[in-house]
Nanobody, 123 residues
């Protein structure tokens, strides 16, 4: 019943930009923290960014803090991840998640997950 659908991934040259979107449907309440995670080949899934329902609290991984921006549009049930100055090491499958995590950087606090969208950054 609950569905998260990511879009916006693709191929981009180093230094370029992409904007990922995640549209949520079927949620009983809109007061969800939304997070972005990524998993690169041969690596564990890692936290990228998260945002609370009213955008009062925003969290970033140190590796992306100066380059990525997370935002949300509750009227559209959508969360965005604007990615600038992309690097080859940003290459990964990016997944969005929704829930009420006590620690937004940990995957265990999220209740719902999208299937992910591939981001590939070439040098």
């Amino acid at each position: 019943q609950v569905q998260l659908v990511e879009s916006g991934g693709g191929l981009v040259q180093a230094g370029g930009s992409l904007r990922l979107s995640c549209v949520a449907s079927g949620l009983a309440r809109s007061e969800y923290t939304m997070g972005w995670f990524r998993q690169a080949p041969g690596k564990e899934r890692e936290f990228v960014a998260a945002i609370t329902w009213n955008a009062a609290n925003i969290y970033y991984a140190d590796s992306v803090k100066s380059r990525f921006t997370i935002s949300r549009d509750n009227a559209k049930n959508t969360v965005y991840l604007q990615m600038n100055s992309l690097k080859p090491e940003d290459t990964a499958v990016y997944s969005c998640a929704a829930g009420g995590p006590l620690r937004p950087q940990l995957v265990r606090g999220y209740n719902y997950w999208g299937q992910g969208t591939q981001v590939t950054v070439s040098s």
